[in-house]
């Protein structure tokens, strides 16, 4: 026990930590915090700390946390700065807050931070709580913040509210994962309830879907179940990830899934290779042919079905597929597709089928498809004469076949037959070169060998020097000489080796072209050593040169093995210290991924280079772990040099400012504000300046508060906008209110609405209810008012406010609108409901409003209420607005089946010209989901059909009933 004031005891911890960097600083704060902790004078060292600014009261809530003080961490899950919130909550997973400390945060926690509450909870699964709150938090907030608790609830609950609560229920990926069983549950409900036309927008729409692919990996069988039973048309795309679940579960229903015509349609387009793969070798031969024969195509087994296959299979399942129907049947004379997978010693035969077919069709282009896939010496000669041809068009495609034939083969001895074939290009037209040089590059570079070097080095030299060499012969030589680089730079071929630089050099004047690939995942461990071995001659060569373009690409390609590789990091910083400007910034983001000392290589580049704090990766380190360095950037003046032009725009950026000292701040904002008083710079840096002014823990408020008069319209919204991003947005929400009225309207309302949410109900209420009534405001802002109150108030003072702002002499018709549409989710309250149903009966724009709530927004005890008010419009005799009604009516006749009768009278009503065509619209809809509907439409026709004594419109409109028909 220490007898220091608590006082000198902060005083003493802050002045510790105060020159450190921010990893050094939290070490020495958690052994500080550990050190009072012991002593047990650690709670009343926070609560000094709390009473100080920002910096302070995070430090406090990170020695809490080390010091294990779960009674001031729960007493701050809902503090109202964020970054002290953040660290409470996650605290609290470890030190065992109580229950009862979540339960006293929610009371009067403005809207933003019940989300943060919810989140902790269903993320630390406090069942019990969460079972305990959800009731509450839907009499006080709503259905729809109720629902977002349902993850974290037992099961039990969750079966229990869920069907009450799935028309407002938006996390359905987070339920599916926590509980399955009753979401596989509601969706069988559900589907059981709708008529099969129905079903199809069940399933590709924004909700159940996505619990389902949740549950998938828990309950497979169940989902096969709902799949099998209930089954969409096609699949929806939100289940393709999770189909490999299902695979694992029971290929053999997958199979049989995938073989139905009518459900679930593209099952075997949605498998990704490895699924298929699973799931073809899981199957029976029986069920594998009935798989095959199942495919579009009437010559066998589609080509994924035949690759997904081990090759000694898939001869055996073509045979069996296409025996009864055979190959002629197909409308594909020579698929490729199908020939590329066919084991070596079973496709020639089937190829040799496929060319004869297509001679018989005279079908030349594609008897050259198939001969390209017999044996090479077979085909050869037939392929070699096609390269003679008149047309250009038919030489390259004959050229592409030769090579490619050559290449399948796997024999260096055919390629380099191919090769020597290949010098005529000399003398052809460049699109002929180029389909053959395409061609080429697709062969697999390890079937060139050192012997072939001086033919594609005269191939190369040929194509370069062409007068007619085109950028995609070029291409396509980059791509082969890349290939052969990538392949040879680990087998000891040396001439391949330098063919491919020299080639490179020779097409673009740079060895900086190349791409290796991703050489780390097809590298051996260790093997990038003898890659670089190989490229070293090269790589120090480019070096003498200030080239370094094959040093970066090779960096890029071995990705973090580049760390172990001594040779190649100091070719990057001498490439970061004498290359181009270009080749000298992606250099120095490749010398700074290795993490193990990144501190201490930026360290370095900046006692060389002070301009490098313009590049990004520089820059995050230095403001969020190396905060020592950052005097020499903060007091505004551009450090010009080798990453910063004289040209080149400079500010100085806050963000990761809640890691520095308030010293620091100072200076940052110092800077920042000397940046938006600079009228010399453009007016979209001195808007992004007030934006990062507004984010500097503590001072931004006051600092852009300074802005929001100014004479300049754009910095006066810029700075209102910047308001409501400050570390404490609640404090700015009356100064953006009061401008509710003025021409500032239109950006501070908008703010308005973000530090609402960080605004505790019981502050906010008599804010917006002081600003709904008429001449407070502009429509405009009054009707958002209404919209946040309805968004972020408890129920009862929302429905109050709502009702108010509804019934005050003089309001604007727009604002009542507004109160009606906003209130939608609120009509239990019965101030609301006579609200709605006044506006029922008024004005057209309130009419309107009343259209356009739907089923899915009410509880469903107060649809068919609303069905009757919707019913009461259809009646009106504006016929524009009638015809509104007639469609907004539709998908309440579940509730209402009566209400069909008011279609069936306007289409009946011959008097009546200008909504029949609406209300038969509308009983058609109707009738595809409603069994109600179908009588109604049933006696409509029947009216019109036999109605004939009123059938007699005179000499204009003869027999208007049977037009209707018709």
Avoid at 597 to 617: C, K, N, Q, T, Y
Wanted: hydrophobic share 45%; net charge neutral.
């Amino acid at each position: 026990m220490t007898d220091a004031p608590p006082l000198v005891l902060a005083a003493a911890l802050l002045d510790a930590i105060e020159p450190l960097p921010h990893p050094g600083r939290m070490s020495e704060l958690a052994a500080g915090a550990g050190r009072l902790a012991a002593q047990g004078a650690l709670r009343a060292v926070l609560d000094e700390l709390e009473d100080g600014d920002p910096y302070e009261r995070r430090i406090a809530v990170i020695a809490a946390s080390v010091g294990r003080d779960a009674e001031w961490i729960g007493a701050h899950l809902a503090d109202e700065d964020a970054v002290v919130r953040g660290h409470a909550l996650r605290a609290a997973r470890t030190l065992g807050v109580p229950d009862a400390a979540y339960g006293r945060a929610f009371a009067d926690a403005p809207a933003a931070v019940r989300r943060h509450l919810v989140r902790a909870i269903v993320a630390e699964r406090r069942t019990a709580l969460a079972d305990r709150l959800v009731l509450a938090v839907r009499e006080t907030h709503g259905d729809i913040e109720a629902a977002r608790l349902l993850p974290g609830c037992s099961a039990t609950t969750v079966g229990t509210l869920l069907p009450e609560l799935r028309r407002s229920t938006a996390c359905w990926s987070s339920l599916g994962h926590h509980h399955p069983g009753p979401v596989l549950d509601s969706a069988e409900e559900e589907l059981a309830g709708l008529p099969a036309a129905g079903r199809d927008a069940w399933w590709h729409g924004y909700g159940h879907p996505r619990g389902i692919a949740a549950a998938t990996r828990a309950l497979p069988h169940r989902v096969l179940d709902l799949l099998e039973r209930f089954g969409p048309t096609r699949l929806p795309v939100v289940l393709g990830a999770p189909l490999g679940h299902l695979v694992s579960a029971d290929p053999v229903r997958v199979a049989r899934l995938a073989i139905r015509a009518d459900v679930c349609a593209q099952v075997l387009h949605a498998l990704s290779g490895t699924q298929l793969r699973r799931l073809v070798r899981a199957l029976p031969d029986t069920l594998l042919v009935e798989l095959g024969r199942s495919a579009p195509d009437p010559a066998g087994p589609g080509p994924r079905i035949l690759r997904a296959l081990p090759p000694g299979r898939r001869a055996a399942l073509h045979e069996a597929v296409t025996e009864d129907r055979g190959e002629a049947a197909s409308t594909v004379t020579a698929d490729t597709r199908l020939l590329d997978v066919l084991p070596r010693n079973r496709v020639a035969a089937v190829a040799r089928r496929a060319a004869d077919r297509a001679r018989a069709r005279g079908d030349d282009a594609a008897a050259l498809d198939a001969v390209s896939y017999l044996p090479f010496d077979e085909g050869r000669e037939q392929l070699l004469a096609a390269t003679r041809g008149l047309a250009a068009d038919d030489r390259a495609a004959a050229w592409a076949l030769l090579v490619g034939s050559a290449g399948r083969s796997g024999d260096p001895a055919h390629v380099a037959t191919v090769l020597e074939d290949l010098l005529r290009l000399r003398n052809e037209q460049d699109p002929v070169r180029s389909a053959a040089l395409t061609a080429l590059a697709g062969v697999k570079p390890a079937l060139f060998t050192d012997a072939v070097e001086p033919l594609l080095d005269r191939i190369a030299a040929d194509a370069v020097e062409a007068r007619d060499s085109s950028a995609a012969t070029r291409r396509a030589l980059g791509s082969l000489a890349v290939g052969a680089l990538r392949e040879h730079a680990v087998t000891g071929q040396r001439d391949l080796l330098n063919w491919a630089l020299r080639t490179l050099v020779r097409i673009t004047g740079t060895s900086g072209s190349a791409d290796f690939g991703r050489l780390d995942r097809t590298l051996r461990r260790g093997q990038e050593h003898t890659v670089f071995d190989a490229l070293r001659p090269w790589l120090e060569a480019g070096a003498e040169r200030s080239d370094y373009g094959l040093v970066l690409a090779l960096a890029r390609a071995v990705g973090r093995r580049a760390d172990a590789m001594p040779g190649l990091q100091d070719l990057l910083w001498q490439a970061v210290n004498y290359g181009e400007p270009a080749a000298a910034r992606s250099a120095a983001a490749l010398w700074l991924r290795a993490p193990a000392d990144r501190d201490e290589r930026v360290e370095s580049l900046l006692a060389r280079h002070p301009s490098a704090i313009g590049l990004p990766e520089v820059r995050h380190v230095v403001t969020r772990r190396r905060t020592d360095l950052l005097e020499a950037c903060l007091d505004g003046t551009p450090p010009r040099g080798r990453f910063l032009g004289p040209g080149e725009q400079w500010t100085v950026e806050v963000a990761g400012a809640e890691r520095w000292t308030p010293r620091q701040q100072r200076a940052a904002q110092g800077a920042v504000e000397r940046t938006v008083a600079d009228e010399k710079l453009p007016l979209y840096l001195r808007t992004a300046a007030l934006g990062q002014l507004a984010r500097i823990p503590g001072q931004g408020a006051d600092a852009v508060r300074a802005w929001t008069g100014d004479r300049d319209v754009v910095i006066a919204e810029a700075a209102l906008a910047a308001l409501a991003h400050t570390d404490r947005p609640a404090e700015s929400l009356p100064e953006l209110l009061a401008h509710a009225g003025d021409d500032r309207a239109r950006v501070a309302v908008y703010a308005a609405g973000r530090a609402a949410a960080y605004t505790r109900p019981s502050r906010l209420a008599p804010l917006l209810a002081a600003r709904t009534g008429p001449g407070t405001g502009k429509v405009t802002s009054r009707k958002e008012m209404v919209r946040l109150a309805a968004a972020l108030l408890p129920r009862a003072e929302a429905s109050g406010l709502l009702a108010d702002a509804y019934g005050q002499p003089g309001q604007h018709l727009d604002v009542r609108a507004a109160c009606v549409a906003a209130g939608t989710p609120l009509l239990a309250d019965v101030r609301v409901w006579e609200a709605t149903e006044d506006a029922a009966g008024g004005e057209r724009a309130l009419r309107v409003a009343v259209l356009r709530a739907h089923p899915k927004e009410l509880d469903p005890a107060l649809r068919p209420r609303y069905a009757r008010l919707i019913q009461d419009v259809c009646r009106t005799d504006d016929d524009a607005l009638a015809a509104l009604a007639h469609t907004a009516l539709v998908p309440w006749l579940p509730w209402a089946p009566h209400a069909a009768a008011v279609l069936v009278d306007a289409v009946t009503d011959l008097d009546r010209r200008g909504r029949w065509s609406s209300a038969a619209d509308a009983l058609v809809d109707a009738a595809l989901t409603t069994p109600e509907a179908v009588g109604a439409l049933n006696r409509a026709l029947s009216l019109l059909a036999t109605g004939e004594t009123a059938d007699d419109a005179g000499t204009e409109r003869d027999r208007p009933a049977r037009r209707r028909l018709g």
